[in-house]
């Protein structure tokens, strides 16, 4: 079993509809919880960081965390064209330095 | 947070041959870390960087075909040896920023012919 799980999509939406993209872990050391967004050719751009369970918003991102169902959720409210790209969860490990470990990511089209 | 550049953008490489891919900071960090992201899949880490100590790998990813350089807080290397077509990735570097998150450079695109 991977650590982080994401269904892979493609997942396909109008412009303006509300996002929820999911992820899942097995590893209950993970401490803390990020979003990446990567575009095409790019690399991963943090959006959203969390280390308790309950919501944190920002702007029209919202990241959820359920640590006693091992869930993590990021919703995107009104969602723009500009929102496509692949979203990785991830989890961090306290070792002797921080791990990160990545879901395999969800592609999120957004259809104008 | 930091701005990281990657030199080269993307290569493409003859099987048996090498090739060194840099990693530039625009602030002095101590963790830099290495990962490969091969076609279609996650992130995947292959080594930790600290400056002054040798690299921490990875299972499944050697020094002898991963060699990394980090002369000083603001640079790092990575080598890709003896190229295979398997090799074939996105190499990205990342550092953390001390708040147990880590931001990412835009990745070296490689094809191994």
């Known amino acids: 079993q991977k650590e982080v799980e994401q269904d892979p999509g493609p997942l396909s939406v109008p412009e303006g509809a509300i996002v929820s993209l999911n992820c899942t872990y097995s590893n209950s050391a993970f401490q803390y919880f990020m979003w990446y967004r990567q575009y095409s050719r790019k690399g991963p751009e943090l959006l959203m960081y969390t280390y308790s369970s309950g919501n944190k918003e920002d702007g029209r991102f919202t990241a959820q965390v359920d640590k006693s169902s091992k869930y993590i959720s990021l919703f995107i409210r009104d969602s723009q064209p500009s929102d496509s790209a692949t979203y990785l969860c991830?989890?961090?490990?306290?070792?002797?330095?921080?791990?990160?470990?990545f879901g395999p990511g969800t592609s999120l089209s957004v259809i104008p | 947070s930091a701005v990281i550049s990657q030199k080269p953008s993307r290569d493409i490489c003859q099987r048996g041959t090498s090739l060194t891919i840099q990693c530039q900071v625009d602030s002095q960090v101590t963790m830099m870390f290495w990962y490969r992201q091969q076609p279609g899949q996650s992130l995947t880490l292959i080594a930790t960087a600290n400056q002054g100590s040798e690299a921490t790998y990875e299972s499944g990813f050697v020094i002898d075909k991963f060699p990394i350089s980090r002369p000083n807080l603001t640079f790092s290397t990575l080598t890709v040896s003896n190229m295979s077509p398997e090799d074939s990735s996105i190499y990205l570097c990342?550092?953390?920023?001390?708040?147990?998150?880590?931001?990412f450079g835009p990745g070296t695109r490689l094809t191994v012919l």
């Open positions: 991830a989890g961090t490990l306290k070792t002797s330095y921080d791990k990160v470990i």
């Open positions: 990342s550092v953390g920023d001390g708040t147990d998150t880590q931001y």
